[in-house]
């Protein structure tokens, strides 16, 4: 099995990479290699409304178990009537063109700050698809993504154009992807005519995207398929916190928010000597193993394979916003989560929980009002709502799917929402079949009201996802 860590000198090469050059791995990316050619299509000049100016550079949150917020600049708010919150950073947009699948058209073009693709079929059945990219991380160059393979070509052959904008910027941004999905339905409104449907394709952060479009707009859309989705909002940003959070506390080394050149170190060094390896954990490592398997649902099929993948993304992010600087991480906390372990580790849950350090959010950057991209998900949504979640996904955990159905049923959305286990390990590793089905069930959901199956994933998901998983993966450690 994949250690924690590999030899030192490529972990170290990975920090430095993911801390100088931005390179790290982006959810929802590129399907296949761009091509270099494509028909000549005309560039938008719209510009999409301003938001505020960026940025300032808070002091970063450096305190334990403090609940006082730390001196920062004032933060930029939202403009009237939008989702998102623009850092301001200045970017560059990577040409969009595309070649169309044989029966359908290529357009694409620049929209204000951002870049997007539009495939028209030649059999235009006059639905329209918003395909939702996830998050990029590092780097100011905006860059369009065609949806997956498998379902573009299902797309394209039944008749069904879709759209998909670059976002004006990157990062965990999710305010910002709706803004500019909404300017994109515009354009693609005033050059084809309106669509009869739209549906939405959110993917990872796209899922936390689908969420606020669900929300805010809620005659907008006929339904929507959101996968390996962030929707419990501004938790999986929690999520983070918690994980490394949690990884102090197991390894007794501290973890220096805030000190590039200090945490670099502990994450080559402190760390891997502390916690040893996944498939030879030393007892701290156990520890932390624990802590996040109880901290992403408890035990469930590919746990492990998932903590492999994870470990050096999920740490990178703090390389990668070590100070907390931007608006998503000023509002991430762990100072509400409540930490678990196994009796046998002989802790209580009393002990573990203020022996945790805690970080405070930025209240400011947590007010609804201002920045309803930086908050909580509310489940208020009333179209239908299809998500597929893979059960060794330790990036965005399953634990999304878990709070958005309690929102759900709280707000009386639930009968609206369709949940899927995929017995699989890492994030958005479904199959074509897993999709395409998925597709083509929310379809008969929405125009012949034939509400699909989904998995309970509010009990125990020991044996979770055998129902539409397709096919079982290699080394399913199935218990039946």
């Known amino acids: 099995m994949t250690p924690f860590t590999v030899a030192r000198t490529r972990f170290a090469l990975a920090v430095v990479v993911l801390a100088l050059l931005g390179t790290a791995a982006a959810c ?34 450096t305190a334990a178990a403090s609940t006082a917020a730390t001196a920062r600049a004032p933060l930029p708010t939202a403009a009237p009537g939008r989702l ?17 699948l044989p029966g359908a058209k290529a357009y694409f073009g620049v929209l204000g700050k951002a870049a997007y693709r539009v495939e ?41 154009a879709w759209a998909a904008s670059s976002y004006s910027e990157n990062g965990y941004a999710p305010g910002v992807g ?43 859309f006929a339904g929507a398929l959101a996968v390996c989705g962030a929707l419990g909002g501004e938790e999986e940003l929690d999520y983070i916190m918690a994980w490394a959070m949690a990884a102090e506390y197991a390894s007794g080394v501290r973890i220096p928010v805030g000190d590039t050149t200090g945490l670099g170190a502990v994450l080559v060094t402190q760390l891997p000597a502390a916690l040893g390896r996944v498939d030879a954990p030393t007892s701290r490592g156990k520890l932390f193993i624990d802590l996040v398997r109880n901290l992403t649902g408890g035990p469930r099929p590919f746990f492990l394979e998932g903590l492999q993948e994870s470990y050096l993304n999920n740490f990178g992010l703090l390389v990668l916003d070590p100070g907390r600087l931007t608006l998503a991480a000023r509002a991430a906390t762990n100072a509400h989560l409540r930490y678990r372990l196994d009796r046998s580790f002989g802790v209580t849950d009393e002990a573990l929980n ?15 009002a201002a920045h309803p991209d930086a908050v909580p998900t509310t489940g208020k949504i009333a179209r239908p709502l299809l998500t597929l979640h893979g059960t060794g996904d330790l990036f965005v955990p399953i634990t999304n799917e878990v709070s958005y159905r309690q929102k759900a049923e709280a707000v009386g959305s639930g009968g609206l929402l369709v949940q899927r286990a995929i017995r699989a390990p890492g994030h ?24 699909p199956a989904g998995d309970d994933l509010l009990g125990d998901l020991t044996d979770v996802g055998r129902t539409f998983t397709n096919p079982l993966r290699v080394g399913d450690p199935g218990t039946r």
């Open 28 to 61: 929802g990316g590129e399907s296949g290699a761009r091509p270099t050619t494509s028909p000549p299509a005309a560039i938008s000049t719209a510009t999409a409304p301003a938001t505020a100016g960026p940025n300032g550079s808070p002091t970063p949150a």
């Open 84 to 100: 998102g919150t623009s850092s301001g950073v200045a970017t560059t947009i990577r040409p969009p063109d595309f070649v169309a």
């Open 120 to 160: 028209m079929p030649d059999n235009w059945n006059g639905d329209l698809v918003l395909h939702l990219h996830g998050v990029r991380l590092g780097g100011n160059e905006v860059y369009v993504s065609s949806p997956d393979d498998a379902l573009r070509q299902s797309w394209i052959a039944g008749g069904y």
């Open 178 to 220: 709706a803004d500019d999905s909404m300017d994109l339905l515009q354009r693609f409104t005033t050059q084809f005519g309106a669509p009869r449907r739209v549906y939405l394709d959110g993917v990872s952060m796209g899922g936390h995207v689908t969420a606020l479009l669900l929300e805010h707009y809620p005659d907008r």
């Open 354 to 368: 203020a022996a945790v350090r805690r970080l405070a959010a930025d209240e400011t950057a947590r007010d609804a």
């Open 428 to 451: 958005c590793t479904f199959s074509d079949a897993e999709l395409t089905t998925a597709w083509n069930d929310l379809v008969a959901w929405v125009k012949d009201g034939k509400k």
